[in-house]
């Protein structure tokens, strides 16, 4: 997959959050030279457009418009705070589409940290986009209830996935994240929601960097033995596209980036990558000796250790 970043600007300010604030706006002739390069692969139909908000770029739904005429499938990753006249144009899109070839991916927040303004934008997009909609979710604090997800997600009659993330630090941890022994602190509340009948008819998708062994034994039974079928302990690269054509393994790798027309093809600045993150420490010092890693595990997420010489 290949995350463009449309823009860094926000209207939320998630205390967890770990994309970098400065930069550009991604510009039509940078966003043509990404599409190009991006269809010399022909295995990589796959757009994600993110920021900051994606939606808050002036050309949004051009961008949009213009990579589903190329055939790309694309991913929107947005807060749901979508403004109602580019609302109505995406519905119009879409009922024109059939909705197919987009969806979006709406990053929703607890109560406590929804304003009301918020509130209302949200109930809106997820009105207007729920049947090209999937639920995410950040988990940023120990005491968390994934509950109100699964209400979200029968309310709206949204797609039956939900994406369940864990927050990682920024390169400097000024972020709201989970360290190792919170991870431990939030297996129950993972294992109570895919425990849950109505979870039962829906898919449960890990986002990169859950350590296995944040779970019991008898949890990652529980896990696997629910049809939820994203489970995984892994950490590949969201190869993010910056504006200006760099490219990071991922955000917390700001400081790490190439130039993507360095590069032959998709396949290649991936390979790239993923020995690029393959080569980082850790989450703990113990993974290095530990049987799984490589095998169902790699390693949690590697922004943890990221100052640190490897070992
Ligand atoms: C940075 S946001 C940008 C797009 C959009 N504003 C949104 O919130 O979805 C892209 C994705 O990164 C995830 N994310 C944000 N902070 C994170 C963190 N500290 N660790 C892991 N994922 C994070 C969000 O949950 C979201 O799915
Ligand atoms: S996670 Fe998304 S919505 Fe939240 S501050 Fe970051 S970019 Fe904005
Ligand atoms: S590789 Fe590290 S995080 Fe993964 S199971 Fe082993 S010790 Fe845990």
């Known amino acids: 997959m290949a995350n463009l970043i449309l823009t860094s600007k926000c209207q939320r300010n998630c205390p967890y959050c770990f994309a970098p604030k400065k930069g550009e706006e991604l510009n039509w002739n940078n966003f043509y030279k990404i599409a190009e390069f ?9 757009m994600n457009f993110l920021g900051g908000e994606p939606t808050l770029h002036p050309d949004y739904l051009d961008f949009l418009k213009f990579a589903v005429s190329e055939k790309f499938i694309v991913n929107t990753f947005t807060n749901g705070i979508i403004e109602e006249s580019l609302l109505r144009e995406i519905e119009e899109l879409g009922s024109r589409t059939n909705w197919a070839n987009f969806n979006f991916l709406i990053n929703v927040n607890d109560a406590e940290l929804r304003t009301e303004k918020e509130e209302v934008a949200l109930d809106r997009t997820l009105k207007a986009l729920h049947k090209a909609s999937s639920i995410g979710y950040n ?11 699964l ?3 029968l309310k709206y009659r949204t797609q039956p996935t939900l994406r369940l993330g864990i927050a990682h630090p920024n390169k400097d941890k000024t972020n709201k994240f989970l360290t190792f022994e919170d991870c ?37 039974g529980k896990l696997y033995l629910s049809p939820t079928t994203g489970i995984n302990f892994g950490c590949r690269p969201a190869v993010d596209i910056f504006p200006d054509l760099t490219v990071a393994p991922c955000y917390p790798f700001v400081d790490e980036r190439v130039n993507l027309l360095d590069f032959k093809n998709y396949a290649e600045l991936d390979e790239y990558l993923s020995k690029a993150l393959a080569s980082k420490n850790c989450i ?12 169902l595990c790699s390693g949690g997420c590697k922004a943890h250790r990221i100052n640190k010489p490897p070992i």
């Open 139 to 149: 988990i940023h604090d120990v005491d968390c209830d994934l509950n109100f997800l």
């Open 184 to 220: 431990r602190k939030v297996r129950k509340a993972i294992v109570d929601i895919t425990n849950k009948r109505r979870v039962m008819e829906a898919n449960l998708v890990f986002d990169c960097g859950f350590p296995l062994c944040m779970f019991s034994e008898e949890d990652i």
């Open 151 to 153: 209400d979200m997600m």
């Open 284 to 295: 703990l010092e113990m993974c290095d000796k530990c049987w799984f890693l490589g095998r």
């Open 38 to 46: 991006l269809s010399r692969e022909p295995k990589m139909p796959y």
